[in-house]
């Protein structure tokens, strides 16, 4: 027996209205009196949806499947529902079964596509998501899908044609000029990346990801007049509005409370749908004999964070420790990577796979313990961590912040980089090392002295100030400073990193309003790393910047010779230098407020005496500080490790720990 006519339309007419909650209960009662009624099914899933009552809608949607098996809506709307589910895997059978009952359904084909792209299927999604744009080509969503993929495939020229069809179909379509504006950006099209972020903007102007990704771009030429018409906004994005990107407004601010508030929410809207329904595997009676540790991340080539781990790599007790690398950047075939294949037990290179087979490789692996490189920087995985692929997860030297995410166990971290006072900003317990967070490799090349100042554009008898960080670090109030320190030494020059053409001209129009002559901005281009730490040998202080220090570039400048000034912030982005200058034997050169900065710098601008003793007093701690001591480093890690696994081993939740340095070695 079947609902009359009337019956049915009333039900659609609730539905219709957005009356979900009635809709439902009228669906509940006709499925009950007709269990065979496929529009009660359809509303009673559709509603319960729309509720959030994704259990409700799910069993709706497949009893509608079994009763209607050639309906494509059927699996179509199970898909969805599984989808908000987080159950992606379940969710393509889902759209599958759909297509294969409709093969004109352009909106499963959209949606299938979407999925498997988000599972790394991208072959797969190309494929569905092409055919979708044929189905409906005056359709802007999936053109705009179709663009994603192909932008992961790394065809830009394709991505940016399907983008264009997305923002012709509907040209207010502000997710599509948002995501043109991402592609422009990943390839270096930096003006085309502002238009296209300002245009979405104006079309939503409550756009948060647009507005965040609009300031780093700003930043990144040091566009300072045109990012302070969205400085109102700063406190407000990822915090009261939908989430960002975190990494963005590390820069930007020194706010360690804000920084919390935006990794959490960005976790939430991320991750908190991912799901693993797969039991946890068995908790061992005691330590493996060989802690399995897998490095997961996109850099294993001439990057940064490489030149940094090269050395604790190489030094793990593999007697105790097994090591994997597992890398998912697309491969650079340089001499990084064959130092990263080297100094690991094994490299699993898994650029280009789907989710579930480096799913599968984790699981062959089983690791113990599984360190995110990347945190939510630039490529980041962190969704495989989200399904806990080991029982231990560390958040370790690509993202320096808390990534406020309950998957993710501890972080490394330092007591110069999270005082006890900031403790409370940081969700992940703390792995805390005596000296510092950061490993340096203590057989890092440094080029044979080669040329003159005069081969880097330097007067010869300048007075040198140099800052290699990335450009997008420096902010007005720290270049006010160096401004006004080049005033009262008509000598110096300011020896800058040159990263974005328009940063540079920005800059030099800064200097000029600040009454220096723009000339005396020298800028540095990219080299090889060896040449790179030679030619520190030519500046006389690296003076750093403030709400993100120099990192590596500190590292580098230490290990080269250089001495290093900072200003001590609150966020651990804004300590790092400190933790470095601390550990190396240089505390003397942290400074706490923008006057001690600035007078600081003067200070040793003025008196060469003073600055050859800092230059000699870090020669002669170099060999033994804690900061190069890379053997020494490793084993306070491994100690970290341990106990961390301990804490599992034992049943108990991760809790804060303190490695306590080796007894007899720079105590």
């Not at 079994?66 to 059978?93: H, I, M, S």
């Not at 020229?157 to 012709?168: D, K």
């Not at 780093?216 to 109102?232: G, I, V």
Request: a neutral charge; aromatic letters at 8%; charged letters at 25%.
């Amino acid at each position: 027996m079947q609902p009359i006519q009337a019956e049915k339309d009333a039900l659609i007419a609730l539905f219709r209205a957005k009356r979900f909650e009635q809709a439902n209960a009228a669906a509940r009662a006709m499925t009950k009196r007709y269990p065979k009624a496929l529009d009660g099914w359809n509303i009673r899933g559709a509603s319960a949806r729309e509720l959030g009552q994704l259990h409700e809608a799910q069993k709706a949607f497949r009893e509608l499947e079994r009763l209607a098996p050639a309906f494509a809506g059927a699996p179509y709307n199970l898909g969805l529902v599984l989808e908000n589910k987080g159950a992606d895997a379940e969710a393509v059978d889902a759209y599958g079964r759909a297509v294969a009952i409709d093969p004109n359904l352009a909106q499963a084909h959209n949606n299938l596509g979407s999925v498997l792209l988000r599972l790394g299927r991208v072959t797969q999604a190309l494929t569905h998501l092409k055919r979708a744009t044929q189905l409906q080509p005056g359709w802007p969503e999936v053109h705009n899908s179709y663009g994603n993929a192909l932008k992961v495939a790394r065809r830009a020229e394709e991505a940016r044609a399907a983008y264009r069809a997305a923002i012709r179909a509907r040209p207010e379509f502000a997710k599509a000029h948002y995501n043109l504006g991402v592609l422009e950006s990943e390839n270096g099209q930096r003006p085309a990346a502002i238009a296209a972020f300002q245009t979405a903007l104006k079309l939503a102007p409550d756009h948060a990801v647009a507005r965040a990704a609009l300031l780093s771009e700003l930043a990144n030429q040091c566009a300072w007049d045109a990012m302070a018409e969205h400085a109102p906004f700063l406190p407000q994005l990822g915090v009261e509005t939908t989430a960002i990107p975190p990494f963005i407004t590390l820069a930007l601010e020194d706010n360690p409370a804000r920084q919390l508030a935006r990794s959490r929410r960005w976790a939430r809207e991320r991750y908190a749908h991912i799901r693993d329904d797969r039991p946890p595997p068995a908790r061992p009676k005691a330590r493996p004999e060989r802690l399995r540790v897998g490095y997961l991340g996109a850099d294993f080539h001439d990057h940064p964070g490489m030149r940094l781990m090269a050395g604790m790599l190489r030094e793990h007790d593999r007697a105790r420790f097994e090591v994997h690398a597992i890398s998912y950047g697309y491969a650079r075939e340089d001499k990084w990577r064959a130092i990263s294949e080297s100094v690991v037990d094994e490299f699993h290179d898994v650029y280009g796979w789907s989710d579930a087979d480096v799913r599968d490789l984790l699981d062959r692996l089983g690791l113990d313990v599984a360190i995110d490189r990347k945190g939510y920087s630039t490529d980041t995985r962190s969704d495989w961590f989200a399904r806990r692929i080991a029982p231990v997860q560390i958040n370790y030297l690509g993202y320096p912040s808390t990534m406020g995410a309950p998957f993710i166990d501890y972080m490394v971290a330092d007591d110069a980089i999270i005082p006890t006072d900031q403790r409370a900003h940081y969700s992940e317990k703390v792995i805390w090392l005596p000296d510092t967070y950061m490993p340096a490799d203590n057989a890092l090349e440094i080029a044979l002295p080669r040329g003159s100042r005069a081969d880097h554009d330097l007067p010869d008898k300048a007075l040198v100030l140099c800052c290699f960080n990335n450009l997008f670090k420096i902010c007005p109030s720290v270049f006010a400073i160096w401004m006004r320190v080049m005033a009262h030494t008509p000598e110096s020059v300011l020896w800058l990193y040159a990263s974005d053409d328009e940063a540079q001209r920005n800059l030099r129009k800064a200097a000029e309003k600040a009454g220096v002559d723009p000339g005396r901005l020298v800028f540095a281009p990219r080299v090889p790393n060896d040449e790179h730490l030679e030619r520190h040998r030519h500046a006389d202080l690296f003076v750093d910047t403030f709400a993100c220090n120099a990192h590596t570039t500190a590292n580098d400048a230490l290990w080269a010779g250089l001495p290093v000034v900072t200003r001590v912030g609150k966020q651990m982005s804004a300590r790092v230098a400190a933790s470095l200058l601390k550990a190396v034997g240089l505390p003397e050169l942290i400074t706490s407020s923008d006057e001690d900065y600035e007078a600081l710098i003067l200070e040793l601008a003025r008196d060469a005496a003073k600055r050859r003793a800092l230059r000699q007093k870090l020669a002669d701690l170099r060999p033994n500080a804690a900061l190069f001591d890379t053997a020494l480093y490793t084993r306070h890690l491994e100690a970290g490790f341990d106990a961390a696994y301990d804490q599992f081993l034992k049943g108990l939740p991760p809790d804060d720990i303190r490695v306590i340095r080796y007894a007899g070695q720079n105590a």
